[in-house]
Structure formats: structure tokens, C-alpha cells
């Protein structure tokens, strides 16, 4: 990752069409997948087909708070923000779940897999499963720069306010094809031009954006205890942004009696999309399935389906 440096002017929200992903079916779960930060609801749209037409399950992902607007809205996202906008999306969720008396999953990718465990924890009684693809409570994968620990220090001072990380590759995925196409994309987007973000994502972080999922990620952590319902957790063992220290945190914390990690050997941290996406979206069907008792769950730690 690079970084880039600029003050864009206050910018103003605009109207989007795509506000996310809604697959109705009849009798399987209801799974809520939260995308990651600066992320979009496309990164987990192969596996949201998946789990409705291979598992019958409803899904529903949707668009967190700011994303998909202009670089510079996003960059004054309160992390506040993000957690009431997953909040609001599970509470749509539930009465969805309640209505067609079915089991209610949550999950996400990276940060959405950190909002999916606190709002396990604040519904624990709602919750009958909990899914975490690339979980993003350290980021100290290989791919991550060295100043990034002087990041904390950065939060003090003005410098967060016009401070910016480019993507660089990998861009998250070991698909070389992909990364291929990320980047031609990413080529063509400035900080004052993020046009393409609802559908693409975003190639620039912001530093005061980071800085505000410090407090977040920490209120994470204290209610690792409180999630009781069984959790999935996935992981590339050689993701680029998130060590595997961050799956293991969870599964060593969480209050559940029923967890499984799983090691991906053939990805980096966007599991979803990645060489392995097939691998991920079967491991959450049959996880899926196994809540709503159309799969039967080994002892031994795996479903078998």
C-alpha cells in the first residue's frame, strides 16, 4: 500500500441505485453477510447465489453505512455509523427470520465479520449462527506496511484528515485473472474520482477511516464472550492483510459451545471471490443447513452434509 495525500473539499452524498443483495426462498435459513470496509455488497454476491440456489436459504446483503459514495462522505464515517447501519439491517433481518419462523444467521467478510460478532453478542437470543470470513481484528498480514503501527500516533494529529492508502496488489486475491482486472479498474480511479465505488469498491483507504475502526474493533474484542450461538470461522493461511492469529482470537473467546476454523491454503484475504470461493460458499451451506437440521453436525469438529 501506498501512501497518497490530499484535502478533498467537503463532498455531497449521492443517490444510489444498488443499495445490495435480497434472495428470498422458501424454507432455509435467513443469512444477513455483511461486506467489509470500503468494500461492496458484490464481494459476497457468489456466495449469497450459492446459499439460495444450492441450500435454499434467503439472503440478504447489505450496503454499510457511506459506502458507495464519494471517497470524500466515506472518509467521515463515524464508526458509530457503520454499526447502526448493520443494526438496522439485522433488525429488517429478524423480522423477516421471525415471520417465516426460520433460523437467523449473521456473518461477514473482514470488518463485517467483526460488526456480524457484535451484533451476535447484543442479540444473542436471535442469533443461530454466526459466520466470519477473513476476520479483522489485527492487521498484520505479510502484505501490510511497517508505518502502519505508527497509525495510532496519526489519529492525534491532523494528518488523518487528508491522508490516504492506495490498494496495491495483491488487492486481496491470489487469482491472478482477478487481480488483473482490480487493477486495470484501479488505474483509472483518483481521490477525487471514486465514480465506480458502489460497484467496485474503493482503491483508496482512508487513514481517518482506519483510525475510526480502532475504537470498534476494541468494543469487538469485549463481547468475544457474549457470542453463544455456533460460529463458523474461515481464513486464508496466507492472507495478505489479516494474520491467522485473528480467526484463532475468536475461536479461543468466543462463548460458544460449537465453533470450527477452517484454514484455506490457495487465498489471500478476499475469500469470497477468491480461488477458494467454492470451498467457502460449501463449508456455509453446510453450516447453513446444519442449523435449520437438514444437515448433521460431527462431533469431531466438521458438518457433514
Request: hydrophobic share 40%.
Amino acid at each position: 500500500m501506498a501512501l497518497e495525500w490530499a484535502w478533498i473539499k467537503r463532498q455531497k452524498p449521492v443517490e444510489l441505485d444498488n443499495t445490495g443483495i435480497a434472495l428470498s426462498a422458501s424454507n432455509g435459513c435467513m443469512v444477513l453477510l455483511l461486506h467489509g470496509l470500503t468494500g461492496t455488497p458484490t464481494e459476497l454476491g457468489f456466495l449469497a447465489y450459492h446459499l439460495k440456489h444450492r441450500g435454499g436459504h434467503s439472503v440478504r446483503v447489505p450496503r454499510l453505512a457511506n459506502h458507495g459514495q464519494p471517497l470524500g462522505v466515506l472518509a467521515r464515517t463515524k464508526w458509530q455509523e457503520l454499526l447502526s447501519s448493520a443494526r438496522d439491517a439485522f433488525l429488517d433481518a429478524r423480522r423477516e427470520a421471525r415471520a417465516r419462523n426460520v433460523p437467523l444467521v449473521v456473518g461477514g467478510l473482514s470488518l463485517g465479520a467483526v460488526l456480524a460478532l457484535m451484533l451476535a453478542a447484543e442479540f444473542a437470543v436471535d442469533v443461530s449462527g454466526v459466520i466470519c470470513l477473513s476476520p479483522t481484528l489485527f492487521y498484520d498480514g505479510w502484505n501490510v506496511p511497517w508505518y502502519r503501527k505508527l497509525l495510532p500516533l496519526v489519529n492525534y494529529t491532523p494528518l488523518k484528515y487528508f491522508s490516504y492508502f492506495r490498494e496495491s496488489e495483491p488487492f486481496g486475491l491470489r487469482d491472478e485473472e482477478l487481480r488483473r482486472k482490480i487493477a486495470g479498474q484501479y488505474q483509472k480511479s483518483s481521490l477525487r474520482e471514486s465514480a465506480d465505488a458502489a460497484s467496485l469498491g474503493y482503491a483508496h483507504f482512508p487513514v481517518r477511516l482506519f483510525c475510526e475502526m480502532r475504537p470498534l474493533v476494541a468494543r469487538c474484542k469485549r463481547l468475544l464472550h457474549m457470542v453463544t450461538s455456533p460460529v463458523l470461522v474461515l481464513q486464508a493461511r496466507h492472507d495478505d492483510m489479516t494474520s491467522p492469529r485473528n480467526a484463532q482470537f475468536i475461536r479461543d473467546r468466543v462463548g460458544s459451545d460449537r465453533r470450527e476454523l477452517v484454514l484455506l491454503e490457495r487465498s489471500y484475504h478476499l475469500i469470497s471471490v477468491d480461488l477458494e470461493r467454492s470451498v467457502v460458499a460449501e463449508r456455509i451451506r453446510a453450516f447453513c443447513d446444519s442449523l435449520n437440521g437438514s444437515a448433521e453436525f460431527d462431533a469431531t469438529g466438521g458438518f457433514r452434509a
